[in-house]
């Protein structure tokens, strides 16, 4: 089984209803304390009947599951159709399908509950279930079989027999190469990686909530994990994370961003937003796609600009936000980073030269972002336009922006701007030709 869609409301820090279109993997990212692991109590707290004492029980929930079964599971359980709507509301629940109801008993409160596994720090620490659900996946051969191939593809001199878990050298169980080892000696990453592809391998599980794969993981890890989790082929994964390592242009459909503002926690994604797809895996990167953990993201043309601005950002900005600087390779780009950063719901402003006051793609931009403005001249039009975050620089590009003693004829604009960066003094940065860009970084 798997869930479409979920809506939630009245659930801790979901205040108002939000709602989710959902995929076979799910990455729910968001600063601390936004509401990313609310997302996944809420699940867990709609399919089982927790007591008032457990941490996700919350009276008020108000929740709606959108479930399709398989064929198999369909004729299992004698559910009239594949597709149903399950409800949690003022602490009834019922699973709905289209001309029947079936209250929430014994039976459905199994199957539910039984077909997702939560995998917390208690369920990571928890080797005895960790050692019983290990057991019962050799009764799947080929789910065994992908298992232990994915884990020889994180730990290629390990191997594992059905005796793994078996810390008294009693039988066969974790060898690393020739050495018999036990799971206990082995390091925190390897017996993370082993429960968290254990549960996404067994078919037992329909469903996976993982809170932060990634901790104890080296960076080459957590991106065999990502493959692993893309191409298990097995049941629906939702886990949230801080790691940018999650995040590729393949993966932002999966994406689900959380902020927390005085209305509650609100989520953003993809969805059905017109963005052409194709075109963000030609421009996003490791580097740019760190724009999703940041407070504000600068888009500035090219590389000079963004060298320029990094350093004097690091060395004169007195804010206390996190800011990402991210080149877009010219203008003409700009606006595909605008719609994506407006999807995400992500703070941004735009840096741009003064030849874009004449061109297509400010007029683009200015369209997208439904500013409207009457008649105006130049000037005026640039200084209105800086009250949306965007700066256009009057007196031509960035190399008119900061002393000529930092450009050197003979240097590229770039190794200029690297020099710069490092060399500008506070008494350069308060003069008058940094007005412009002294202006934009105060405004930040």
Avoid: C
């Avoid at 927790?50 to 709606?64: C, L, M, N, P, W």
């Avoid at 298992?147 to 810390?167: C, G, M, W, Y």
């Avoid at 320029?308 to 800011?323: E, Q, S, T």
């Avoid at 061109?359 to 009250?387: A, G, S």
């Amino acid at each position: 089984m798997t869930i479409t869609k979920v809506k939630i409301n009245l659930y801790k820090s979901i205040k108002k209803p939000v709602v989710l279109d959902l995929h076979d993997i799910n990455i729910i990212i968001g600063q601390n304390n936004s509401g990313k692991s609310n997302i996944l109590d809420a699940i867990e707290f709609a399919l089982t009947d927790s007591k008032t004492e457990s941490h996700i029980y919350y009276a008020k929930a108000d929740i709606e599951l959108d479930f399709r079964f398989t064929d198999n599971e369909q004729l299992k359980y004698e559910f009239p159709t594949s597709e149903a709507v399950f409800n949690l509301k003022k602490g009834t629940r019922e699973l709905t399908f289209d001309k029947k109801t079936i209250p929430y008993n014994r039976t459905l409160a199994s199957i539910l509950s039984s077909s997702f596994k939560r995998l917390n720090e208690r369920a990571f620490l928890d080797t005895n279930q960790i050692e019983n659900d290990f057991h019962s996946l050799f009764n799947y051969p080929e789910n065994l079989a992908k298992f232990r191939e994915s884990l020889q593809h994180h730990f290629p001199k390990v191997s594992a027999t059905e005796n793994a878990l078996d810390i008294n050298y009693e039988h066969e169980g974790l060898y690393e190469g020739e050495r018999r080892v036990t799971i206990d000696r082995i390091g925190s990453g390897f017996r993370r990686i082993f429960t968290t592809l254990l549960y996404i391998f067994h078919p037992q599980y329909s469903m996976v909530l993982i809170d932060e794969p990634e901790i104890h993981l080296h960076p080459a890890m957590v991106k065999k994990l990502l493959w692993a989790m893309q191409n298990s082929q097995a049941g629906q994964i939702f886990f949230t994370t801080h790691s940018p390592l999650f995040i590729t242009p393949v993966t932002l459909i999966q994406l689900i961003r959380v902020v927390k503002n005085e209305e509650g926690t609100q989520v953003f994604g993809l969805g059905k937003n017109n963005i052409n797809h194709q075109r963000l895996i030609q421009e996003l990167n490791a580097d740019n796609l760190e724009m999703f953990f940041t407070d504000k993201v600068i888009l500035v043309e090219g590389v000079s600009d963004r060298i320029l601005l990094r350093g004097l950002i690091d060395r004169f900005y007195k804010g206390h936000r996190d800011l990402k600087v991210i080149e877009t390779h010219g203008k003409g780009n700009m606006l595909i980073f605008v719609k994506l950063l407006r999807v995400f719901n992500i703070p941004f402003a735009v840096i741009l030269d003064w030849d874009a006051i004449k061109t297509n793609h400010l007029r683009d931009l200015v369209y997208n972002l439904n500013i409207k403005l009457p008649p105006m001249t130049e000037q005026e039009f640039m200084q209105e336009l800086k009250k949306f975050d965007i700066y256009i620089f009057p007196n031509g590009d960035l190399e008119a922006n900061y002393p000529r003693k930092y450009q050197q004829r003979e240097d590229s604009k770039t190794l200029s701007a690297l020099k710069a960066a490092r060399s500008i003094t506070e008494h350069d940065f308060n003069s008058k030709p940094m007005f412009n860009l002294r202006e934009i970084i105060n405004n930040l």
